[in-house]
């Protein structure tokens, strides 16, 4: 979940590693696109509208999510919990997932490795390639292709099945699948098919729009963690 795309084989990817490189490859897309509507399935296109209105509409939200990765030839499967805060109108964040934190203030990026004590500081980029969770729901708006495959129907819940296919080939992945929540006009999951054949999945657990965010959420003072060693990177 990192902000590295230096990776080598996927047997030697650890989960934490997987999400970064998920965020990776699911965040490439802050560059911009012309995307002429002949490109667009328009059925599609009126879904991830209705999608984007909806999340604008929110201040702040709180999302519980679970991350998976699984790549059969490499005999890869991992599975972890996290929980995202993003306040989407001022570009910050905060992922909170297992040893680590990534937390953004919309122009500085620090990185909290819990276990090694460590905090990375560097700064928020707004490059092509830049890695920002505060874009996680509203990725799709540029740089893709659309095409509506129907609804699937799990419990009481309908969700409308939509692909995306990169414009530009030369990204990691060739698909993005989203599930959007029919009623709620939510993405429940986006699943990401790399080149290499490994499929990671973002499922959403709980969504809390409007969520009160405490002050001090979207930044990092090291004066409240002792003994941490901080690693600017700027």
Avoid: C, H
Wanted: no cysteine; hydrophobic share 40%; glycine share 4%.
């Amino acid at each position: 979940m990192l902000w590295n795309n230096s990776w080598t084989t996927l047997k030697m990817i650890k989960p934490a590693n997987s999400m970064k490189r998920f965020l990776s490859v699911l965040l490439l897309t802050i560059v911009s696109f012309n995307i002429a509507q002949a490109q667009t399935d328009p059925q599609a296109q009126s879904i991830l509208a209705a999608v984007s209105k909806k999340y604008r509409s929110f201040k702040a939200i709180r999302t519980d999510f679970t991350f998976s990765v699984e790549n059969k030839q490499a005999n890869v499967k991992n599975t972890e919990k996290g929980t995202l805060y993003v306040d989407s109108k001022a570009n910050k964040y905060k992922v909170v997932m297992g040893d680590k934190d990534l937390i953004s203030d919309g122009k500085t990026q620090w990185t909290y490795l819990k276990d090694d004590k460590e905090v990375q500081v560097n700064n928020a980029s707004s490059s092509s390639d830049a890695l920002n969770p505060a874009t996680v729901f509203t990725m799709y708006e540029k740089g893709y292709k659309y095409l509506y495959t129907g609804e699937r129907k799990v419990g009481a819940k309908v969700y409308q099945m939509i692909d995306l296919s990169p414009i530009d080939t030369k990204v990691q992945y060739f698909k993005i699948r989203l599930s959007v929540d029919k009623v709620a006009k939510q993405i429940a999951n986006v699943q990401v098919f790399d080149k290499n054949g490994s499929v990671y999945a973002y499922g959403i657990n709980k969504f809390v729009p409007n969520v009160v965010v405490p002050a001090g959420t979207f930044s990092f003072d090291a004066k409240k963690y002792p003994g941490v060693e901080v690693v600017d990177l700027r």
